[in-house]
């Protein structure tokens, strides 16, 4: 895909990673990827991970560009000795931790890129919204796509959020994510993790 997009599009402002699996239906069993991989890790973090890195020079290159990784209020603090849910699986607690993977890679690019341009900011789009994810948990929806879509199209669109990077959004607000997406080490761990997985 990241091939594709560098192929069809010279000029690129904008990255919005959206794209992600849920909790699954309750008591689901432990899905991989074809990679093997845990799959909410495999779709909601490295997928991201890896796309916003291989187009981040194309950004560059045409910046002020921004990148929007659609995360979750729903954050747990990844697991070291069993990064992949191995033990205890259920899928709220991967996709909890996923999550969490994605706004902790959000910070680390964002420290990565500045100087150059190109933001990079995590959202809480807004909770329980309508869509297949939620109906497929079983949930009832408490809030609208159209509320979610707004606080995404505003952290790419909006001029006061100029030069704003590193962020963490719930909804429109600044917020504070889980504590680990604060700590060096937990982000260091995670990055590595992550390009030893995509090395593969
Ligand atoms: N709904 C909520 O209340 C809520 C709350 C917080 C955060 N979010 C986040 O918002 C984002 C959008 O979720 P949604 O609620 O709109 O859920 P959704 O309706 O289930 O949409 C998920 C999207 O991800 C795509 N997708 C899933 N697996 C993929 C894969 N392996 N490769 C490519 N595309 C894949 C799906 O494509 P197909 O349609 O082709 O399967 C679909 O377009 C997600 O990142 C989610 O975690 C949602």
């Known amino acids: 895909m990241a091939d594709e997009v560098l192929e069809r599009y010279p000029r690129l402002h904008a990255l919005v990673n959206n794209a992600g699996v849920g909790f699954g239906p309750p008591g689901g069993a432990r899905e991989v990827s074809a990679d093997g991989i845990e799959l909410r890790f495999a779709v909601n973090h490295l997928a991201s991970y890896l796309l916003a890195r291989r187009l981040a020079e194309r950004l560059v290159a045409c910046a002020p560009a921004r990148i929007v990784q659609v995360a979750s209020v729903g954050q747990l603090a990844l697991d070291r000795a069993d990064p992949f849910t191995e033990r205890h699986y259920n899928g709220v607690t991967a ?92 982000r260091a761990w995670l990055r590595q993790l992550s390009d030893s997985l995509v090395a593969r």
Do not use: C, I
């Open 95 to 186: 996709y909890r931790r996923s999550k969490l993977a994605q706004v902790m890679a959000s910070f680390d690019l964002a420290a990565d890129l500045v100087g150059t341009g190109v933001s990079v900011n995590a959202v809480h789009p807004a909770t329980l919204m309508d869509t297949a994810m939620v109906r497929a948990a079983g949930q009832p929806p408490t809030s609208t796509v159209e509320e979610g879509a707004d606080a995404v199209w505003r952290l790419l669109t909006d001029p006061a959020l100029d030069g704003v990077s590193g962020h963490y959004f719930d909804g429109t607000k600044d917020a504070q994510p889980d504590p680990q997406a604060d700590d060096p080490a937990a």
